[in-house]
């Protein structure tokens, strides 16, 4: 996770300079090939909307298990996620998304078994900013509504109980333009899920994850 998260940064500290070299190379082909360079600018305006695929890594999603008459337990474990997204670039500087997600966590602490499954599903809007038309370094706001689940034994009773609760969360990350139809993306997120309300507990769920994915582009308005 530490190894992941200062790849992400160092992205970040050298994506200008990369920019900037994508932007030269650029500009030296369509020096001799003039004849194609608004063909291809044109092109790339108008995909403005795009679909993907994400992989989460969980280090740590966390419960936080507070039982009513007994010892509190926090949950954590390392796991994956996946999520699939479709978006718009509603301008220059401003995307707009709907991600769908899941992931869990198991773990055993003090006696008790603990199983969540967390479905989520959340509007982002990202603020970037363009370099060279091949990097995009971001900050990003989700709100939206998760559904979770819990399957707990020794509480000392069993019980498996569901809710849905409000999410929040908030990214940061680089955006790769592969080539003028897929994106590579890359960055980091801390998200609270909510809470699920038990007969004599409840739980409180978050993680802070690091994610890598892929966007295809496409237009449905040209």
Avoid: Q
């Amino acid at each position: 996770m530490k190894k992941l998260s200062f790849l992400l940064l160092a992205s970040l500290i050298v994506c200008p300079a990369f920019a900037e070299d994508y932007d030269d190379e650029y500009d030296d082909t369509y020096e001799e090939e003039t004849y194609s360079a608004p063909a291809a600018t044109t092109y790339e305006h108008g995909r403005d909307t795009y679909t993907g695929i994400r992989i989460h890594r969980n280090g740590h999603i966390r419960a936080y298990f507070e039982p009513h008459h007994t010892k509190s337990s926090t949950v954590l474990d390392n796991n994956f996620g996946l999520g699939l997204n479709i978006g718009n670039r509603l301008t220059d500087n401003v995307k707009l998304e709907f991600e769908t997600a899941y992931t869990g966590l198991a773990e055993t602490k003090h006696g008790r078994d603990f199983n969540y499954d967390i479905w989520s599903n959340m509007l982002n809007v990202y603020f970037y900013k363009t370099y060279g038309m091949a990097v995009e370094p971001y900050f990003g706001l989700g709100i939206g509504l998760s559904g979770l689940w819990a399957d707990i034994e020794k509480t000392p009773e069993h019980t498996t109980d569901g809710d849905a609760d409000l999410s929040l969360s908030i990214m940061a990350g680089v955006n790769f333009a592969l080539n003028k139809y897929v994106d590579l993306n890359l960055g980091l997120k801390y998200i609270n899920y909510g809470d699920i309300k038990h007969k004599h507990a409840f739980s409180r769920i978050d993680a802070a994850e690091i994610y890598i994915g892929a966007a295809y582009k496409f237009s449905i308005f040209k």
